[in-house]
C-alpha cells in the first residue's frame, strides 16, 4: 500500500518531521511540516504484512502460561518495509528534521549474556 501525499504543495518544499509509533499490532509513520499539519503517513500491519511470522494481534503465545512474546525481527522488518513505502510515495528523507519515536508500554525486555 502507497500512502498518496494529502497536501500536495506542503509535501513539495520544506522541513519535515517524523513521529514513529511501535504499538502492539502494527508500525505507524506520521510526517508534519513545520506548522503541524499532516503531510502523509504510513501503516504496517504485522498480521496483514508480515505474516510469515505467525503473530495474533503482533504476538505469538509461548509454552508457559501467559507467556507472550513479539518478535523482535518482525519489527525490524516493519521499519524496513516503512521506510520503503515512504520511498516509493516520494518521501524526501533529506527533508527530516527530526524524528520522535513511542513504543508499546506493555512490553518487558529481557536478556540473557
Known sequence: M??????????MS???????????QQLKVLLIDENAIVVNHFAVSYAKDLP????????????????????????IEAIDLILQRMEDA?????RI???????????SYYMRS
Open 2 to 11: 502507497i500512502a498518496e501525499p494529502l497536501f500536495q504543495s506542503i509535501v
Open 14 to 24: 520544506g522541513p519535515l518531521f517524523l513521529g514513529l509509533d511501535l504499538s502492539t
Open 52 to 75: 510469515q511470522y505467525g503473530t495474533t494481534n503482533g504476538a505469538t503465545h509461548g509454552s508457559r502460561d501467559g507467556q507472550v512474546t513479539s518478535p523482535v525481527a518482525m519489527w
Open 90 to 94: 516520494g518521501v524526501v528523507f533529506g
Open 97 to 107: 528534521r527530526a524524528i520522535s519515536g513511542a513504543g508499546q508500554v506493555l512490553y
